[in-house]
């Protein structure tokens, strides 16, 4: 039977031809209805398409598009736990981390290693862990660098309180950030967690060997230091071999891909810093969105649409990039961990037919929480002459009940998204707003491990929903070995032994290295 998606894709190229002639401002002021048409909400979640460049007919183009590309079936297989990453002969079942999807079988496993993480994690937080100077464990630091940290860092980040249990991040091989993060800690009181799926990572490698020496300079006895290493891990002989004891090491399954693992017990930071009660709650709103995403007709279904329209903008309107505004502080580290989970999940040329992909795939992800943005890079997200395509986020209460900064702090978000695609004309060229500059705006009920659990399971099934209509494996990552290869042979350029370069300019280059 013939491929319905050249057709497919031939319409929603045509839609968005016919688009480009028409201004924002007249789809946003000529329809009353539109925000209640173009908005979708889920788990307490509230999302405003209607400031995107699209109208029915284009959604209605996307939506066949999306149907053309079996995406009911491509969901379902991911839910059921097929090889959905054949590249790499693995399912994506970070969903059963949630309790949604999956065999009853690997819910069971799921369930009894998140309860042995929840209790090591409580074992920290009630101080009953003890030192080889026999005084309780009073810091926890986390060693591991991309889907390893991004995901903790960023909960952690946004929701440890002043008085959490200290867990620190590191993840730079640059010496200056485990030093950094060891400051003012003592080795007698801290505990090293090294997490790492493959435990072959060379950055977080190398830093808990100089973590582990940082304990060994302490006055920590080699026959001691066991009680001050956890491995987080899909490789549980390698952390035994490197040194972790057996019952430290926390394992999760090679079926967790590392940027849709945070959920699982690479998740230990989350669970000492916030308790394993407020980890449950992170999963809760990530599993309500689960069966939302699982459930809800194509139409009505935000993830489905918040991915659909990620494909809109960038290989149909051809929009290069994609703004993440948080309107919250404490979302800060939220564009740091799209990029990874966008760009290495769908930053990719060939399909999963083998042959190149014949438009643009994933947006290049940045940003910077609002209202600080307003005064940095919204001047050319303005006037600038590329159209960037932004999502707003916002929570409609603040943690801070009352206090009218959080009103200026929302007026601005909607300010914003509002200028951006109404514009106004002026004679003056300087003076003169294009608009006709699209967004969405995700708004959360209040900013907690529920409402945070859920959006990052959002953008989760928006990046899966993206790959189904390019037709790409989401869930492997060639892209970074060849670096991570060429690596090996500069560092040996760099050190005592002359390797080969790779080209006169590395070679020019590696002789000002200073070591
Ligand atoms: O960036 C490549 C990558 O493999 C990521 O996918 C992963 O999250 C990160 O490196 C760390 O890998 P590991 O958890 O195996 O140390």
């Known amino acids: 039977m013939n491929d319905p998606r050249p057709q497919a894709w031939q319409r929603a190229a045509d839609e968005a031809q016919r688009l480009r002639s028409t201004r924002l401002r007249d789809l946003l002021l000529g329809d009353p209805t539109r925000p209640q048409r173009f908005s979708r909400d889920a788990a307490g979640l509230f999302a405003d398409f209607s400031k995107q460049r699209i109208d029915a007919g284009a959604l209605d183009a996307m939506l066949a598009l999306a149907r053309a590309s079996e995406f009911e079936r491509r969901r379902d297989a991911l839910f059921a736990g097929e090889i959905v990453n054949p590249t790499e002969q693995r399912a994506a079942l970070h969903c059963a981390l949630r309790g949604v999807g999956g065999s009853a079988q690997i819910r069971a496993e799921v369930s009894a290693a998140l309860d042995r993480m929840r209790r090591l994690a409580t074992s920290l937080r009630s101080r009953s862990l003890h030192g080889f100077r026999r005084a309780p464990i009073q810091a926890l630091v986390c060693i591991g660098i991309g889907g390893s940290d991004l995901g903790p860092r960023l909960v952690c980040d946004a929701l440890a309180e002043a008085d959490s249990f200290p867990v620190r991040f590191v993840a730079n091989v640059d010496p200056d950030d485990l030093a950094r993060e060891l400051r003012g800690l003592d080795p007698a009181t801290t505990a090293i967690a090294v997490v790492s799926k493959t435990f072959t990572t ?16 302490g006055g920590c006895p080699a026959s001691e230091i066991g009680q001050h ?20 090491v926390l394992p999760f399954w090679d079926w967790v891909g590392g940027r849709y693992s945070l959920w699982s017990s690479v998740g230990l930071g989350i669970a000492v810093a916030l308790g394993p009660d407020r980890f449950d709650s992170l999963l809760d709103g990530a ?11 194509l139409e009505q279904n935000l993830p489905a649409t918040m991915g659909l329209v990620s494909v809109w903008n960038r290989s149909l309107l051809q929009l290069p990039a994609l703004a993440v505004v948080p309107y919250a502080e404490r979302l800060r580290l939220l564009p740091a961990y799209l990029q990874q989970l966008v760009m290495e999940s769908n930053g990719k040329s060939a399909t999963l037919r083998g042959t190149r992909v014949e438009r643009p795939t994933a947006p290049i992800i940045w940003g910077a929480s609002g209202t600080n943005a307003q005064h940095s890079f919204f001047q050319q997200l303005h006037q600038g002459p590329d159209v960037v395509p932004i999502d707003f986020i916002v929570a409609a209460r603040s943690s801070a009940n009352g206090d009218e900064r959080h009103r200026i702090l929302f007026a601005n978000c909607l300010a914003q998204s509002a200028a951006l695609a109404l514009g106004r004309d002026a004679d003056d060229p300087h003076r003169h707003f294009p608009g006709n500059r699209p967004s969405t705006t995700l708004v959360l009920p209040q900013l907690d491990a529920g409402s945070l659990g859920a959006l ?17 494996n989401p869930f492997d990552q060639f892209g970074v070995e060849y670096g991570k290869a060429l690596a090996k042979s500069v560092e040996a350029l760099l050190g005592e032994h002359d390797g080969p370069a790779p080209d006169p300019s590395t070679a020019a280059l590696a002789r000002r290295f200073i070591g």
């Open 202 to 217: 060379r950055e977080t490698l190398a830093n808990a060997d100089a973590a582990r020496g940082w304990l060994a300079a």
């Open 229 to 248: 290493l956890i491995a987080v891990t899909a490789a549980p002989q390698a952390a035994v071999d490197w040194g972790v004891t057996q019952a430290r």
């Open 287 to 297: 599993a309500q969105i689960d069966r939302h995403f699982l459930q809800a007709p």
């Open 456 to 472: 990052i399971a959002c953008y989760e099934h928006a990046t899966f929903s993206a790959s189904v209509l390019l037709d790409i």
